[in-house]
């Protein structure tokens, strides 16, 4: 099989596996959207070990900067109207900033994952309770997903010995 119908064929079926477990029995703790955007970006990364890695890595720096964030807006009294809008404008541009500036750290240097894990975060609703580790915790997941789908389908392409 070539290697195309090989990873389509195990994603559609992971994918159908996934979405039973997590939407039947893992929701809402394990957040499907969330496991979906880090799966993604597992291949958007390159995949393999140093795939994995660097979405995991990516996608954690950016959730908990911007809990950082969030937790940094409550102190100083921002909010979303008003001066605090202003306030929470600026720390967003600071985020920003350093999302792309963490790229130095070979660690780190996936960029988009990190924009993911934030967008995790505040898709999550923005959770600085113990829903932020389910956060995490759905992204380790659709990293991993990624992984066993890559693995399955470069199995499935694999030739026989002669």
């Known amino acids: 099989m070539n290697a195309l119908n090989a990873i389509s064929l195990s994603v559609g079926l992971w994918v159908g596996i996934w979405c039973f477990a997590t939407l039947g029995y893992l929701e809402p703790k394990v957040m499907t959207w969330i496991t979906f955007l880090t799966w993604a970006s597992f291949y958007a990364a390159g995949g393999g070990k140093a795939g994995l890695v660097k979405a995991i890595a990516s996608a954690f720096a950016g959730t908990l900067i911007s809990a950082a ?5 409550g ?30 750290v070979d660690l780190f240097s996936f960029i988009p994952g990190a924009f993911i894990g934030a967008a995790s975060f505040f898709g999550a609703g ?25 693995r399955v389908g470069q199995a499935m392409t694999a030739k026989a010995p002669a």
């Open 126 to 150: 923005a959770p600085l309770d113990g829903k932020l580790g389910w956060v995490l915790v759905s992204i380790v997941c659709g990293a991993v997903m990624g992984l066993i789908s890559e």
């Open 69 to 73: 964030i969030v937790w940094l807006n």
């Open 75 to 104: 102190q100083l009294g921002g909010g979303v109207q008003g001066v605090g809008l202003v306030i929470f404008s600026l720390l967003l541009a600071v985020l920003g900033w350093a999302l792309c500036q963490l790229s130095k």
